[in-house]
């Protein structure tokens, strides 16, 4: 199966949901209410690639492959009046009546519990799940990021946004790459590139000291190449480019991110910082945060 399926929990993640879904629609050529802009699509001409985001009803209209999840009406709401409001499913926009105040046993043991068997339901009907390994955590890398008051001051080879994509600038993460070693790269790259550019700013980039691999995998990239430019929202931060890649790479230098964090929880829990709000949802303190953050490890 080829479909994605895309769960946004959360005030952040409606609001980034409602930024992809922007996106995801201008480039499937996709309106407000489900119909293609430019009328209906010749057979076979693409619904093969559009139907991993995308759903096509009964209607003819396409329906996102995406539930949106938050505790507090609010910010749901603002999906449902909104702009795409006639683009979502009623079913997949979920919200409950109060939030969990940045409270992680609330949402777990109490608020939480009035809409997770709705959640659930609707997600089994969306796909089937299936028991996964516990995951570790991708970096992700992406270039150029310009400005659109640079767009015409900046025009960058395939062999400079690869390079790009192992500074610590380009990261979505705080870490810095060149303290760590790389396991795996993929490299997903958009408009104006051919393999043999792409081969040539990667073997560019194995030959650098400051790049390391791990000796186990020294030759772990990845590659997928989509012609199709990206697709620049109007009147966004973000300038066109003729070429852009995104990098999920797994190292080990993304240990900052979590020592880090790590770290300032020592702190706060020695002092035993909000336990009583955890406690007062029925978190016992033994189990807490603690027992949590080792099953991480």
Known sequence: ????????????????????????????????????????????????????????????????????????????????????????????????????????????????????????????????????????????????????????????????????????????VKCDPRHGKYMACCMLYRGDVVPKDVNAAIANIKTRRSIQFVDWCPTGFKVGINYQPPTAVPDGDLAKVQRAVCMLSNTTAIAEAWSRLDHKFDLMYAKRAFVHWYVGEGMEEGETVVSSCISFS
């Not at 929990?9 to 949901?17: E, K, M, N, P, Y």
């Not at 992809?20 to 009328?39: I, K, S």
């Not at 609010?74 to 999906?79: G, L, N, P, R, Y």
């Not at 995951?135 to 390079?163: D, R």
């Open 1 to 172: 199966q080829r479909e994605c399926i895309s769960i946004h929990v959360g005030q952040a993640g409606v609001q980034t949901g409602n930024a992809c879904w922007e996106l995801f629609c201008l480039e499937h050529g996709v309106g407000p209410d489900g119909v293609f802009l430019d009328g209906p699509a010749e057979p076979n001409s693409r619904e093969d690639p559009f139907n991993t985001f995308f759903n096509t009803g009964s209607s003819g209209r396409h329906v996102p492959r995406a539930i949106y999840v938050d505790l507090e009406p609010t910010v749901v709401d603002e999906v449902r009046v909104g702009k795409y409001k006639e683009l979502f499913h009623p079913e997949q926009l979920i919200s409950g009546k109060e939030d969990a105040a940045n409270n992680y046993a609330r949402g777990h043991y109490t608020v939480g519990k009035e809409i997770i068997d709705g959640v659930m339901e609707r997600v089994r009907k969306m796909t089937n799940l299936v028991p996964f390994p516990r995951i570790h955590f991708p970096l992700v890398t992406y270039a150029p990021i310009i400005s659109a008051e640079k767009a015409y001051h900046e025009q960058l080879t395939v062999s400079e946004i690869t390079s790009a994509c192992f500074e610590p600038t380009n990261q979505m």
